[in-house]
C-alpha cells in the first residue's frame, strides 16, 4: 500500500508540533513541513526576549480563556482535548524543563529558545520529518469526490506536490489579499488587524518621563466598553506595559476603526476613585499640614511622576499641604485618577505583534482542527482568528491546535487503512 502523506504548510510553532506529533504518533505517514522563507521557527527564537515564553501556569480552562480576546469559545472546546497541563507534560516527556516565573509566564529551564527549537529539530529529524525551506505555497487544489484522491499544492517556483492531508499553519496574515489561496478553497476570513501594540502620544510632555513605570493602573479608551488594569509603562513615544498591550487586543478592531485616532483615561492610582481620593487628599492636608507636598509623596509613586502630576495642576512643588486651595485639591484628584490623553497611532510591541483576524472558527471543528467544508484539510495555530494576550497564551494555542490536528490526522488515516 502507498504511504499517506500529510503536508504542513507553515515552519512555526503550531506547524511544527502538528507534524512531529502526526509523525511521532502514525509511524507509516511520510510527513513534510513547507515553509516560504528561509528561516524555522522564528517567533518561537525572539519571543521572551529570545527564551520563548511557552505557556502560562493557569491550569484551569475557565480562567484561561479569559485571556483571549478572539476565540475563546472555541478554546474551550479545544483546551479539553490539549491543555497547559499537558504541554508541560509533553516538554517533560522530550527532557525539556520548563520553570514559572512570579507573573505566571513559563519558560524552559535552560531561558533560552534554542532549548524549544532543539527539541522540535530533534523530534523532526528522529521521526524523519521532510522540511522544504524558501518553498511558497500559492495553490491547493482539493482532491475530487474520490475518498483516495490527494490535495495538489502549487509552490511559487511551479512545483507540485500532493498530499493525502494538509494541515495550514502559516501564521496570521496582515493583509487581506494573502488570504486569497484560502478563499479560492470556500473558506472566508475575519479581517486582519494588529493586536497587541502600544499607544503613541505624540507631543505629550509625558514622554520626558520614558522608562517610569507604576504597578498598577486602570486604562479606559473613552466612548467604548474597553477597560484594563494592571502595571503602566512611559515610553519616549507614549505609554505601554500590560496594562496597554492588554487594552489593545481586547479594543483590536474597534481601534482599527478608529484609525488609531482616540482618547483614554488612565488611573495612576486603580486602588481609587476620584470621590475616595479627595477624601484621602482631605486627610492628608491634616496629617501632613506643614509638609512640603512634593516631600510627602503619599502614593508611593515615583517621584518624578508625583512632581510631574503636582505640575500638571498647577501646584507649586514647595507649597504646604495645608496651603493647597480645595480647587487644586479637586484637580489633582481627577488628574490621578482621570487623566486624558490624546492616543494618535500605535507601535508594535517588539516581537510580540499578533495579527487579530483569520479563517473563521465557524468554519472550522475545534475537537479536530479540520475544515468543515473541505475533508482532510486541516488548520492550526495563528492562521484561525484565535489570537491572545502577551503572557505564552499565543503560543499554548499554537500546541493545542497543532496536538489536536495531529491527532485527528492519526484517527483518520488508521480508519482509511
Known amino acids: 500500500m502507498e504511504q499517506k502523506k500529510l503536508i504542513v504548510i507553515g515552519g512555526g510553532a503550531a506547524g511544527f508540533f502538528c507534524a512531529i506529533n502526526a509523525a511521532e504518533n502514525n509511524s507509516g505517514l511520510k510527513v513534510t513541513i513547507i515553509e516560504k522563507s528561509g528561516k524555522l521557527l522564528s517567533k518561537v527564537r525572539i519571543s521572551g526576549g529570545g527564551r520563548c515564553n511557552v505557556t502560562h501556569s493557569c491550569f484551569s480552562i475557565t480562567e484561561m480563556i479569559k485571556n483571549y480576546p478572539r476565540g475563546a469559545r472555541f478554546l474551550k472546546n479545544a483546551f479539553n482535548q490539549f491543555f497547559t497541563t499537558d504541554t508541560v507534560a509533553w516538554f517533560q516527556q522530550k527532557n525539556v524543563q520548563l520553570k514559572t516565573e512570579p507573573d505566571g509566564r513559563m519558560f524552559p529551564a535552560s531561558n533560552s529558545s534554542e532549548t524549544i527549537i532543539h527539541c522540535f529539530l530533534h523530534q523532526a529529524s528522529q521521526h524523519a520529518v521532510e522540511i522544504l525551506l524558501n518553498r511558497e505555497i500559492i495553490r491547493v487544489d482539493i482532491p475530487s469526490s474520490q475518498e483516495n484522491d490527494v490535495f495538489k499544492l502549487t509552490a511559487k517556483d511551479g512545483t507540485i506536490l500532493e498530499a493525502d492531508y494538509v494541515c495550514v499553519a502559516c501564521g496570521g496574515f496582515p493583509k487581506p489579499t494573502q488570504y ?113 507636598i512634593t516631600n510627602t509623596n503619599p502614593f508611593h509613586l515615583p517621584q518624578r511622576l508625583w512632581d510631574y502630576h503636582l505640575q500638571q495642576c498647577g501646584i507649586d512643588l514647595h507649597i504646604r499641604w495645608a496651603d493647597l486651595p480645595a480647587r487644586l485639591q479637586n484637580l489633582l484628584a481627577k488628574q490621578l485618577c482621570a487623566q486624558v490623553f490624546h492616543v494618535k497611532g500605535k507601535t508594535t510591541f517588539k516581537d510580540e505583534f499578533v495579527t487579530a483576524g483569520g479563517i473563521k472558527l465557524s468554519e472550522v471543528t475545534p475537537q479536530t482542527m479540520e475544515s468543515k467544508l473541505i475533508p482532510r484539510l486541516f488548520f492550526a495555530g495563528e492562521i484561525l482568528n484565535v489570537d491572545g494576550i502577551t503572557g505564552g497564551y499565543n503560543f499554548q494555542h499554537a500546541w493545542t491546535s497543532g496536538w489536536i490536528a495531529a491527532s485527528a490526522i492519526k484517527n483518520l488515516d488508521t480508519h482509511r487503512k
Open 180 to 292: 486569497n489561496w484560502l478563499t479560492h478553497l470556500g473558506h472566508s476570513f475575519d479581517y486582519p488587524v494588529p493586536s497587541l501594540f502600544t499607544f503613541n502620544i505624540p507631543h505629550n510632555p509625558i514622554s520626558a518621563l520614558m522608562g517610569i513605570s507604576v504597578n498598577s493602573s486602570r486604562i479606559k479608551i473613552n466612548g467604548t466598553k474597553f477597560s484594563q488594569t494592571g502595571p503602566l509603562l512611559i515610553t519616549h513615544w507614549g505609554l505601554s506595559g500590560p496594562a496597554v498591550l492588554k487594552l489593545s487586543a481586547f479594543g483590536a478592531n474597534e481601534l482599527a476603526k478608529m484609525n488609531y485616532d482616540f482618547t483614554i483615561s488612565v488611573n495612576w492610582l486603580e486602588e481609587y476613585n476620584e470621590n475616595s481620593l479627595l477624601e484621602k487628599l482631605k486627610e492628608l492636608r491634616n496629617d501632613y499640614s506643614s509638609k512640603k
